[in-house]
């Protein structure tokens, strides 16, 4: 039971940062642009979120700081491809080399200026993303382990996702957005400002990026400063995409699965099941796979690809 516990936990740690890269897609698909440039904007909000805390010995800061850096970096690719109407996913895949490239190199700019060639975030700053404990609650059996018993960014995130959720669903801005994204000219048509709406979706989707970025160097590498911290992270947010199904509220439940399969290979024992660990590595791009393939059969309204996606706005076409 302790190990199925662990394991369970563990997963949930695993998954965090791809909950903030997919939220973080989720948006910028439902406003009709299909961004590959999570990967960089993870990578630039990892490398600000972590320097940021280690001058300032604030964790307050720090989110701050991978919030805005993930914004910044949005507005390079949304000015490419809302104001120029560049090829998205050409500008995509230059912000991930951009955004890979530039935190790669400043990281290794701090590393030279220290004595020890090792950066590593305050006392203060690791103390408070230490697992939370909830009085009444995290010392639950069972329970408290699996819900209540996690760092600031697990509930960060799954706050986020639901926000975005009812964003999305609830509210008359996000029901604009949504038809953006189906068809801008139709929304542009019924007085709905296309490019406003754009560029601030772009833009959030982008800093909630930066976040998930942010945790990567901050907890995953245990606070201490390495390169590539992001390791492919960004890249499979944008497949869990497909396996939410577009939907903030499932991103929760699909950043668990993808976790859990990320750490499965150190939970199964070797002399039962002696599988390659590549096999466990390539799990979740086979269930993406089965998802698509699914969805695309039952050719759902709701739970597809909106049709605007990756394709440029011309006003003057509509």
């Keep these: 039971m302790d190990m199925l516990l662990n394991f369970l936990a563990a997963a949930v740690l695993a998954g965090a940062p791809l909950l903030f890269g997919t939220v973080g897609e989720i948006i910028n698909e439902k406003s009709g642009h299909l961004n590959l440039g999570v990967e960089g904007i993870m990578a630039i909000g990892a490398c600000a979120g972590f320097m940021t805390g280690y001058a300032t010995d604030s964790l307050i ?3 701050i700081a991978a ?7 949005s507005v390079i690719y949304a000015l490419l491809t809302v104001t120029f109407m560049a090829n998205q996913n050409v500008t995509g895949l230059t912000l991930t080399i951009f955004g890979v490239g530039l935190s790669n190199f400043f990281g290794e700019y701090m590393l030279g200026k220290t004595e020890n060639n090792t950066l590593k975030l305050p006392e203060n700053v690791t103390s408070q993303l230490r697992n939370i404990n909830i009085p009444g609650l995290s ?3 069972v329970v408290g382990k699996l819900f209540f018993s996690y760092n600031i960014f697990i ?12 964003y999305l669903n609830k509210t008359k801005a996000g029901l604009n957005l949504r038809a953006v994204g189906e068809n801008p000219a139709a929304a542009d048509a019924v007085g709905i400002n296309v490019t406003r709406l754009k560029y601030i979706n772009i833009l959030l989707g ?9 945790y990567c160097s901050m907890i995953t590498c245990g606070g201490v400063w390495m390169s590539g911290s992001v390791n492919g992270l960004g890249w499979i947010s944008v497949a869990l995409v497909i396996f939410a199904i577009w939907s903030p509220a499932r991103a929760i439940f699909g950043a668990f699965v993808f976790g859990a ?5 150190y939970y199964v024992p070797k002399n039962i099941i002696a599988v390659p660990n ?5 799990l979740p791009f086979i269930i993406t796979a089965l998802v698509l393939v699914i969805t695309s059969i039952r050719q759902s309204k ?6 605007a996606c990756g394709l440029s706005y011309f006003r003057e076409e509509r």
Excluded at 67 to 73: E, K, L, P, Q, T
Excluded at 302 to 307: D, M, R, T, Y
Aim: hydrophobic share 55%; net charge negative.
């Design 278 to 282: 590549a096999f466990y590595d390539m």
């Design 302 to 307: 709701e739970n597809s690809q909106p049709a």
């Design 206 to 214: 982008g800093g909630i990026c930066g976040i998930g970025g942010a």
């Design 139 to 141: 010392n639950i059996p």
């Design 261 to 265: 399969f990320s750490v499965l290979k």
């Design 155 to 166: 509930y960060i995130g799954v706050v986020i996702a639901v926000l975005i959720y009812f």
């Design 61 to 63: 800061a720090a989110l």
């Design 67 to 73: 919030f805005i850096s993930g914004v910044i970096a």
